[in-house]
């Protein structure tokens, strides 16, 4: 049985919320962080998703689950099909800065290309960022209507990397009261470890030219998050881009 899906989003701590998942003694990932099964390997036949199933049948006595952040941008349809196959699962999806995170996967992409920074071009960057990946993979209001369509709202719990960096035990605990394991678990563990950051990459500042394009991008869907969540993201909205860095 499947007991939790993380859904995403791409550089928004998902790696840093396995790691500390995967250390409680009531959870497990059978197959590892990302299975890729409903993005990559879904042929549309039920013996497949059987397959998928099956891979969660080890730990009766554990929560189960994987973290694709793949999935977030899943169409409607396939969603669907993730609800018939499990409609009891819990959900959790991670949401950072769209401009950083588009960065963040700028940065990634430039790395495992081996191409140095200063090699280079903005045009290069801008072409990332307007990718139709990078926009979709930030467009966090259209991937939560897409799974709310489909689940109940209540399924799909919010996290917000900034509270990872700022406080990580109390994430950590909602999480784990979220998908239905014991949130005293992160009590016993030393915040000293909860704030190290898990494939953390160089702090590579933003050239100032690049900022108006994610501007551009994505402060409409920043006001928009903010009214819908009565957040205060003005930390976003104002972000220069000075600090940034690589995260799982």
């Known amino acids: 049985m499947i007991d939790f899906l993380g859904i995403g989003a791409q550089k928004a701590g998902t790696t840093w919320l396995f790691e500390h998942l ?5 959870i497990s990932f059978p197959a590892g962080k990302e ?9 549309g036949r039920p013996d497949s998703v059987q397959r998928w199933l099956d891979v969660f049948s080890k730990f009766s006595r554990r929560r189960q689950g994987e973290i694709t952040p793949a999935y977030a941008i899943l169409n409607h349809a396939t969603v669907r099909e993730v609800y018939n196959a499990c409609p009891d699962t819990a959900l959790f999806f991670s949401l950072r800065n ?31 960022f307007r990718s139709q990946q990078s926009v979709r993979r930030s467009n966090y209001v259209a ?46 563990i030393a915040t000293e470890k909860l704030n190290v950051p898990i494939y953390a990459g160089l702090k590579l500042p933003v050239r100032k030219q690049l900022i108006t394009v994610l501007q551009d991008l994505h402060l409409a ?4 998050l903010a009214g819908r969540f009565g957040r205060d993201l003005r930390n976003w909205t104002e972000w220069t881009g000075a600090d940034a860095a690589v995260v799982a």
């Open 35 to 43: 299975i890729h099964f409903w993005d990559r390997r879904w042929d």
């Open 221 to 224: 869907e920043i006001e928009i």
């Open 22 to 26: 995967s250390a409680h003694p009531q």
């Open 98 to 128: 769209p401009m950083e995170r588009a960065w963040s996967s700028a940065l990634m992409i430039l790395k495992r290309s081996e191409i140095g920074f200063h090699e280079v071009s903005d045009r290069w960057f801008i072409d990332v």
């Open 143 to 188: 991937c939560i209507d897409t799974w709310t369509s489909v689940f109940p709202a209540d399924r799909l719990h919010i996290i917000w990397f900034d509270d990872i960096v700022t406080k990580p035990r109390a994430v950590l605990q909602a999480l784990a009261r979220h998908i239905g394991a014991d949130a005293s678990f992160y009590d016993r």
